[in-house]
């Protein structure tokens, strides 16, 4: 019997209370002696997110080093879920090796393995570079950047929208 019947009957026989007292009596009832009452509509756990694409991409972009060992086992999980994932993967971390100064290997090597690569978009990216190689040769010979530079002039144009 739920607390609900139990307070139609008492209605019928003439009990003249509230049935949320009557509720609130059953569950401290069943509290003390260490039962509780199933809820039927009860606020559940949340379930766990699925991390989104742009925390995907920021786990992947991330240095190995700097990964932390949730974001690794979902890095993990994903190389191990689907082959075609993994094949575009790969060359996108030599990439990022090759740009950040971790590989052995040379741009044109990567731009031959790239244009040559079954991912369509891996495709077109490196026939992206192929078509300004000289700023892509510079970016990783030199050891200079205009970060700085170009981070000065977003937080300007920020200031000059919001006026």
């Not at 009832?29 to 559940?44: D, F, K, V, Y």
């Not at 993967?89 to 090597?109: K, M």
């Not at 570079?129 to 510079?138: C, F, L, N, P, Q």
Request: some cysteine; glycine content about 8%; hydrophobic content about 35%.
């Amino acid at each position: 019997m739920n607390a609900a019947e139990l307070h139609r009957e008492l209605s019928a026989g003439g009990c003249v209370g509230s049935y949320g007292s009557l509720r609130r009596y059953v569950a401290k009832h069943l509290a003390a002696n260490g039962r509780s009452r199933p809820q039927l509509n009860g606020i559940r756990a949340p379930s766990r997110r699925l991390p989104s694409a742009k925390q995907l991409s920021f786990d992947w972009v991330r240095r190995p080093e700097d990964h932390r060992p949730e974001a690794q086992s979902r890095i993990d999980a994903i190389h191990a879920q689907s082959v075609e994932l993994a094949t575009a993967l790969n060359p996108a971390d030599e990439f990022v090796n090759l740009i950040r100064g971790r590989s052995t290997g040379t741009l044109a090597d990567w731009l031959t393995s790239g244009e040559k690569s079954p991912c369509r978009e891996l495709r077109s990216f490196a026939e992206g570079i192929r078509r300004d190689e000289a700023a892509v040769r510079a970016v990783i010979a030199e050891r200079w950047s205009n970060g700085p530079v170009e981070g000065h002039v977003n937080r300007l144009k920020t200031i000059k929208r919001s006026m």
